[in-house]
């Protein structure tokens, strides 16, 4: 079977959101509600270089503050989406799927990402939150060991903070 011929520069699309609402401890004797917000992603990439393991973050100074998944946040207010700054930023490292022979070439694959927004800390996200129905969007993009950034994804629109 003939592999795939993908760029080396990683490539992704979006494939799906999605929210889960629970009830949890506030760590002050009540409840809250937290929003658990699972984006979904398809990528490729033709060396395969996506990833990367503890040793080599140790083994090389470049890696220190290496991270492969980015997401920014959009916050609709009057009608547009507003970019909503977060420290630290979401997103990180994520271990994609490689190649089960180890050795460079192309992969392909889908991978989820969660992040949680809790209802009593609101406030503390941003001063643009409000404390009921927010909209938000995702911009996400992935790099790999070269350093080489992927094309930017815009996820579907997701309600926070519902009643």
Do not use: C, H, W
């Not at 033709?46 to 503050?65: P, R, S, V, W």
């Amino acid at each position: 079977m003939k592999e795939p011929e993908f760029s080396t520069t990683p490539a992704i699309s979006f494939q799906s959101i999605q929210k889960i609402t629970k009830t949890s401890n506030d760590g002050f004797g009540g409840k809250t509600k937290i929003d658990s917000i699972i984006m979904s992603i398809r990528f490729e990439d033709g060396d395969g270089d996506l990833g990367i393991t503890a040793a080599e973050m140790k083994a090389n100074a470049k890696y220190k503050d290496f991270r492969n998944f980015e997401v920014d946040v959009l916050l609709k207010k009057n009608g547009k989406y507003v970019p909503v700054l977060f420290s630290p930023k979401i997103g990180g490292l994520i271990n994609f799927q490689l190649r089960p022979d180890q050795k460079p070439g192309p992969i392909e694959g889908s991978i989820s990402y969660s992040t949680q927004f809790v209802y009593a800390f609101y406030k503390g996200y941003s001063p643009l939150f409000t404390e009921f129905n927010d909209t938000l969007k995702f911009q996400i993009y992935i790099k790999d060991k070269a350093f080489q950034q992927s094309n930017t994804i815009e996820t579907e629109p997701v309600i926070i903070f519902q009643k």
